[in-house]
């Protein structure tokens, strides 16, 4: 690889899920840290960082061609970008993305991105440099401190999964379940409120298998570290995704009843309604106790919205058995969900089961489920209308005046009014879309 100038601004692209959006998000701060600027548009960087996602074959499968886009778009402006591959893709495809990408410079995965600094200075000097050590959670100590936030901020608590689901490659790129401590947690959420976060969603692949322990050095999960940055002050709202039911215990229950800052959602995944596939998966729930378990949350919080994950064709799904997930869908109302195809991913269990789905079938199931689920998002939204709730500013909307914002229950709400980023506004709900609502401001800035 021949030598390069060092580079003077950056581009961060994440793909996947919200742990990738926090990952991104301080890789930037740590270049912004090094005096490298965020390039205005993609074209412009000198380094591009694509932090990529494994979950699914099409997101794995998207680096290649971005990389190539990349280099051309550079070689069209008569420049090459310096190319590092981040995240799942790079922990699991490494060395093969070193054989197949030769514009790629780096090679980073998803514990040992700090290092990153490290290795564009090998880049610059022509040399190329891949890192895909699983150290548990040093990237976090060395990452420089927060200075600005935007409203809604992320907060990654809980790393990796022990869980193997039999399908998922999360086991394999993100390693075993680690919690990260308990003072590292409350000190960045006070940095985050200084830096002007309301609300802060907790991250983790597994965010209840949260352990740790608090000041006093007692033992606490989930429900203890939500009750702990209730204190904080200046923080308004907490959420956290993704949970397992396995992992939901009464004190987290009962925290949804007793924390008002605690807001009003759970995204709880379930995958599929039928036992038979549900044991298949390796999760360790069945359709009914999934059930008994949301009756619980909903006794303790009776407005509750829920969300959830789906696979539709895992190998060997019947007929029958989708249609047991299209009627746990019905029994539950999901106020918004998320629904995948099943894509074999190499080296899972999952990948060599016989009866693997034909691709029409696969297509078939997830355009009636997501019917089902638009559906009842669309209904959970119509059910709100006529309320008022407190909205979150995160951004203006598309016409002049108008905001966009989040309701408790995690909804998009615009509306015109005065008001600006980061305020709690009053806001009357009244009127619903599929995917977001329109409001109208009782009372301006609340906080
Ligand atoms: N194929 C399809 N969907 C998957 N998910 C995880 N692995 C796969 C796979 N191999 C989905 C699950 C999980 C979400 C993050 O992605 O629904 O909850
Ligand atoms: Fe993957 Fe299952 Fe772990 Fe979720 S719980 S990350 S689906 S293995």
């Given at each position: 690889m021949q030598k390069s100038d060092p580079p003077k601004t950056y581009r961060v692209k994440s793909f996947g899920c919200q742990m990738n959006v926090y990952?991104?998000?301080?890789?930037?701060?740590?270049?912004?840290e090094r005096g490298i600027a965020p390039a205005a548009e993609d074209e412009?960087?000198?380094?591009?960082?694509?932090?990529?996602?494994?979950?699914?074959?099409?997101?794995?499968?998207?680096?290649?061609?971005?990389?190539?886009?990349?280099?051309?778009?550079?070689?069209?402006?008569?420049?090459?970008?310096?190319?590092?591959?981040?995240?799942c893709v790079a922990q699991a495809e490494g060395e093969e993305i070193m054989a197949r990408a030769p514009d790629v410079s780096m090679v980073v995965g998803p514990q040992a991105y700090h290092r990153l600094p490290q290795m564009i200075d090998d880049a610059v000097s022509g040399r190329r440099a891949t890192d895909t050590d699983m150290p548990a959670i040093a990237k976090f100590a060395a990452l420089p401190r927060r200075r600005k936030s935007p409203p809604s901020a992320f907060l990654t608590i809980q790393e990796g999964c022990d869980k193997f689901c039999t399908y998922c490659v999360v086991p394999y790129t993100r390693g075993a379940e680690i919690s990260r401590p308990f003072s590292d947690l409350v000190d960045e959420a006070y940095r985050l409120v200084d830096a002007g976060a309301k609300e802060i969603s907790l991250l983790g692949q597994n965010v209840s298998a949260w352990t740790g322990e608090d000041a006093a050095g007692h033992a606490i999960g989930m429900a203890g570290l939500i009750?702990?940055?209730?204190?904080?002050?200046?923080?308004?709202?907490?959420?956290?995704?993704?949970?397992?039911?396995?992992?939901?215990?009464?004190?987290?229950?009962?925290?949804?009843?007793?924390?008002?800052?605690?807001?009003?959602?759970l995204h709880l995944p379930v995958q599929s309604g039928s036992d038979r596939v549900l044991k298949a998966m390796n999760r360790s729930h069945t359709a009914d106790s999934y059930?008994?378990?949301?009756?619980?949350?909903?006794?303790?919080?009776?407005d509750l919205a829920l969300s959830g994950d789906f696979i539709v064709g895992f190998p060997g799904e019947s007929d029958a058995e989708f249609e047991d997930t299209l009627a746990i869908v019905d029994v539950v109302g999901y106020a918004q969900a998320f629904s995948f195809k099943y894509s074999p991913r190499p080296g899972t269990p999952a990948a060599a089961m016989d009866n693997q789905i034909a691709a029409d079938i696969m297509d078939e199931r997830l355009q009636r489920l997501q019917a089902s689920l638009n559906r009842d998002q669309h209904a959970f939204n119509q059910a709100s209308v006529g309320k008022v709730c407190e909205v979150l500013v995160e951004r203006k909307g598309k016409h002049p005046g108008q905001w966009l914002g989040k309701s408790p229950w995690l909804q998009s709400v615009w509306f015109e009014g005065d008001c600006q980023i980061g305020d709690l506004v009053e806001a009357q709900l009244l009127q619903a879309g599929p995917n977001s609502l329109e409001g109208a401001i009782k009372q301006p800035a609340i906080a």
């Open positions: 990952d991104g998000d301080r890789m930037g701060e740590l270049l912004a412009d960087a000198d380094l591009v960082v694509l932090n990529t996602c494994h979950i699914r074959e099409k997101a794995a499968e998207k680096v290649y061609s971005d990389i190539g886009r990349i280099s051309k778009a550079g070689r069209a402006a008569g420049k090459k970008p310096l190319i590092a591959v981040a995240g009750r702990a940055l209730a204190d904080v002050p200046g923080l308004a709202r907490i959420r956290y995704t993704t949970s397992h039911p396995a992992d939901m215990d009464d004190a987290l229950i009962a925290a949804h009843g007793e924390i008002d800052k605690l807001m009003p959602f059930l008994k378990l949301l009756e619980r949350f909903r006794a303790a919080r009776p």
